[in-house]
């Protein structure tokens, strides 16, 4: 299931009633409700207030971050070199606890994360944590 933080969040496509995510137990980051994706959904949590506007000094919040974060690392068992590049820029301004909070919520552990995908022990086994 997803994180606390997570639930409850509707679909921002248009027409649709979906009010909230439901991972699909296939396809973690389709809606099991309206067969939606991840992003679609939480594109609801960005709200204007997280938009940057040139005329203020640039804060960022760890609530914030979750939530971008969230969009790539949510169901997700790899992140391109790229986003990485960002998500690294990001968490370089928080404080490690907060990083470790929001990787762990979103399923992944700083080791996984570093190595920029979650390690996997034979294919459906699970993941190796340990290495």
Known sequence: SPPVSLQAIRCTLVNCTCECFQPGKIHLRTC??????????ALDKLSTQHLYHPT????????????????????T????????????????????????H?????????????????????GSQGYDRSS
């Open 32 to 41: 099991d409700q309206c067969k939606h994706g991840w992003v679609a959904h």
């Open 56 to 75: 203020q000094v640039e804060i960022v919040q760890s609530n914030v971050v979750f939530d971008i974060s969230s969009l790539m690392l949510y169901g």
């Open 77 to 100: 068992q790899a992140v391109p070199v790229r986003l990485k590049i960002l998500l690294d820029r990001l968490f370089s301004v928080l404080k490690q606890e907060e990083v470790l």
């Open 102 to 122: 929001i990787l762990h919520g979103l399923g992944w552990t700083l080791r996984d994360y570093v190595r920029g995908y979650i390690l996997q022990v034979g």
